[in-house]
């Protein structure tokens, strides 16, 4: 494959974890995926700690936007090799068509914007989600996808939930 693989991540508000899976993808991988992200009922915005930490990643903070997921389901939208869901509502819901018939996976992770948390216990929180989810995207990353079929894919995009739940 010559052009980077596209993967979606979504969640309900498209705020803050499937907004990290975006950036962490994209700056993680060096040019081998581009992430996208969205929601199911997004809130419109991006929290202000999770812009804070991804602008320490060096992703482009001008390309962060809280969306819905309709956007991915249009003609013209780009190509989607892998959708992940981040949250269980998300996972449950019913999705919009995705052309080309992506891998997909549920990667759950807590809503931290629902703990009623101090802004240091979030931003405690939110580190740790990116941890979380660098674990996952790194070993994304490492997967030899070129050399697998749609259904090694897709159980190895969940054998990497399970294995990075367990540590």
């Not at 981040?86 to 629902?114: I, K, M, N, R, V």
């Not at 990116?130 to 070993?139: K, Q, S, T």
Request: net charge negative.
């Amino acid at each position: 494959m010559n052009r980077p693989y596209n993967i979606l991540f979504l969640s309900t508000g498209n705020s803050v974890r499937s907004i990290f899976g975006e950036a962490l993808a994209t700056t993680l991988s060096h040019g081998r995926f581009i992430g996208y992200s969205a929601g199911s009922k997004p809130l419109g915005f991006v929290h202000p700690l999770a812009i804070k930490l991804i602008k320490e990643w060096g992703y482009p903070l001008a390309v962060l936007r809280s969306k819905s997921w309709e956007e991915y389901g249009k003609e013209g939208a780009p190509h989607m090799d892998f959708i992940v869901t981040l949250c269980d509502s998300a996972a449950g819901e019913q999705c919009p068509y995705w052309p080309g018939h992506p891998s997909t996976a549920h990667w759950g992770f807590q809503d931290l914007s629902e703990l009623g948390l101090s802004e240091q216990e979030q931003l405690d929180a939110f580190r740790k989600l990116e941890l979380g989810l660098r674990n996952r995207i790194d070993l994304l990353i490492d997967l030899p996808i070129h050399q697998l079929d749609h259904l090694q894919i897709k159980e190895a995009l969940h054998s990497i939930h399970k294995n990075c739940s367990s540590i």
